[in-house]
Structures are given as C-alpha cells and as structure tokens.
C-alpha cells in the first residue's frame, strides 16, 4: 500500500433513509412500519459504514412520537428507537435538510435534533433556527478537514418548514416555474452560495447535500429538474467539492462539472414505508478516496434491499447489478461522464490535475 493510500480518507454516501418510518394521512389513520427491531436494517453493509472515515445518509423521517401531522396528503415519521440502528450502522453524519423531516412539524423536528446530538451523529440542513440550519457539520479525519452544508427545495414542504430568526427548520432554496431559469429564488440562491463560499474558506473539502423531490409520480423519476442543475453547478461554483444529491428515489446521472462529481440522485437506500410505490429497492452507494485535501477517486456500487428489507452490495453476476450498472451509464452520458468498471465497482473517469 502506497503512502498516499494509507493516508487517504474514505468516504461513503447513500441516499434516502426511511428507517422504520409509519405513514398518517390527514384523516388520522395510521400505516405501520414493516420494521419493529431497528438493528435488523443495516447487517449487510454496517462493516463497510464502520470501515469508512466517514458514511453519509439522508435521513427522510423525523424521530419522534411527538408533533401533529404537518402536510397533506399524508407524512411520516419513525419511532425514537429507531436511533438505535442508525448509531449501529456506523453512520456518521446526517443531512436533514428534506421534504418529509417536518412532517410532524417543529416539536418532532427538534426532537429529532436533540436525539441525534445525543447518540452524537452530526447534522446539518436545520437547525433551531436559520443561524444553526446554514451552519456546516465539521468533521477532521486525518488531518483533513471536511465541512457538510444541507439544503432542500420548496416544493411539497408543510407549512413553515423553513427555519426562522427565532423558529426551527430546515435551509431551503424557494423553487417555482415562476422565477426565470433555473427556477430558483434570487435571495435563497445567494444564500447558498454565501454559505457554500464561508465554509470552502476554511475546509480542506467542502461537501453540499441537496434535496429534491418534484415530480408528481410518488415512485420518483429518473429526469433532472432544471433548478436541480442550476443549484449543483451554483454550489461547485461557490467552492464546493462534491456534491450529493438525493429525493429523486430513483437513481439520476452522475456530472463531473469543473473537475468536482455532482450526483444528482443516490436512490432510495432504505424504505420501511408499506407504500408499494415507494418500496424502492434498488440504489447506489457512492465511494470516494481523499488525498493531499483532494478528491482521487470517486466510483459507485449497485446495491438492492434483500427480501427483509435490508440494503445489501450486489456481486457482479446479478443481474440487478449490471441494470444499475446500465442506469448509470445512461443517465450520466448527457454530462459526458464515462466509468470503468471494475466488478460491480463503477469508477468514474475524472481526468488528471
């Protein structure tokens, strides 16, 4: 093992987590989770989040049994044990900057906050209000120093899901046909970047995380929203130096924009939702190898929910790993993004510096 390798720091992400998440609609009547033992998600992958420096996820659902139903037509949000499988997961840091995170509104949504500060897995995305929602998660692995910003579009949100001077919430851009392209609102846009620049000031590597959920289909879409572009291109030309997008729950192209990787969508990696249309089970994990405070190595890896609904890598002789193999590849030809494939491991072609 070279020096370079040994120093590198290893980063994995994933998308959307919906861990043991029950649904209400705006009658009252409940749907159950399909999960009850919260350790029971993870087994297959655990050692590879443990493994890694750092391990990405976003998580879709508040914890908490606190909070009335925020939003029509129905919202979600899972038990506090659930807790428990996440921290054995090994995951590391949390964005909770979504569309579904304030579905019970601001009493479960700070309930939330207060349970992952206290089983210590950093957020980022919302906060106690706007100051803390725009401020980075801060992570140092070897000497690196890595800030996470978390923001989600507008559209679908409940009521005052935005953090306020004195109010919790999320970091949010305003989205709308109704702005000129790329449909977002000047001053959220700003905002972003404002928050995008501060922290690339400081960081060795600076991380941006967004959320987007537009289409009308309750199953997602594979096709980019032109605020989805506009948003990624915006952060990377602020400082950012990778970005990972996620909402979409189907799986959307990867871009290497001015040398920096924008994955517009990770999928939907765990979904304990009893919705037929959002029990998507196929996703990728992203991997990346940081050294010399840069990004060397960026690829994928196909992975499905088994049939206990545990998330789990796929060998290269199934064939649901060479149809993500095949999605990829096709929804990333646009950008002109070209990979290599090793096995199941997809590695992206970044060029030299």
């Known amino acids: ?67 009335k139903l925020a939003r029509a037509p ?36 700070v309930d939330t906050l207060d349970l992952l500060n206290k089983n210590k897995i950093p957020y980022f995305g919302g906060g106690k209000n706007i100051s803390e929602a725009r401020k980075p998660a801060l992570l140092e692995r070897k000497k690196i120093r890595f800030a996470f910003l ?10 005052d899901f935005k953090a306020g ?35 690339a000031s400081t960081a060795d590597i600076t991380i941006f995380s ?21 948003a990624c291109h915006a952060a990377v030309d602020a400082g950012a ?13 990867i871009e290497v924009y001015k040398g920096k990787v924008i994955c517009y969508g990770l999928g939907q990696f765990l979904s304990d939702i009893d919705i037929p249309q959002l029990r998507i089970k196929e996703s990728i994990m992203l991997t990346c190898e940081i050294s010399g405070k840069k990004i060397r190595k960026v690829s994928f890896l196909p992975t499905a929910m088994n ?11 199934d064939e649901r790993c060479h149809r993500i193999q095949n999605v990829m590849e096709k929804l990333s030809r646009r950008f002109g993004t070209t990979f290599r494939f090793e096995g199941a491991e997809g590695v992206l072609t970044l060029g030299t510096d």
């Open 1 to 67: 093992m070279s020096e370079n390798q040994k120093d590198a720091v290893k980063l994995v992400a994933v998308g959307d987590v919906f861990i043991g998440a029950e649904t209400q609609d705006v009658g009252g009547a409940w749907r159950k989770t399909t999960r009850t033992d919260p350790d029971t998600a993870f087994p297959h992958v655990s050692p590879l989040f443990k493994k890694a420096d750092i391990s990405f996820f976003n998580l879709e659902s508040a914890l908490s049994e606190k909070g």
């Open 74 to 109: 129905l919202g979600w949000r899972s038990n506090p044990r659930m807790i428990s499988g996440l921290v054995s997961a090994g995951f590391s840091c949390a964005n909770v900057a979504n569309n579904h995170i304030m579905d019970f509104g601001p009493e479960a949504f």
């Open 150 to 159: 978390g923001y989600t579009m507008s559209i679908g949100q409940p009521h």
């Open 165 to 199: 001077d004195n109010s919790p919430g999320v970091a949010a851009l305003m989205v709308s046909p109704l702005y000129a392209p790329p449909h977002i609102n000047d001053e959220s846009l700003e905002m972003m970047r404002e928050d995008v620049k501060n922290v």
């Open 210 to 230: 967004f959320h987007s959920s537009f289409t009308a289909e309750i199953g997602g879409s594979h096709s980019l929203a032109l605020y989805q572009i506009g």
């Open 241 to 253: 130096d990778l970005v990972l997008g996620h909402g979409s729950h189907l799986l959307q192209g």
């Open 307 to 317: 049939e206990q609904n545990q998330p789990q890598l796929l060998s290269p002789e």
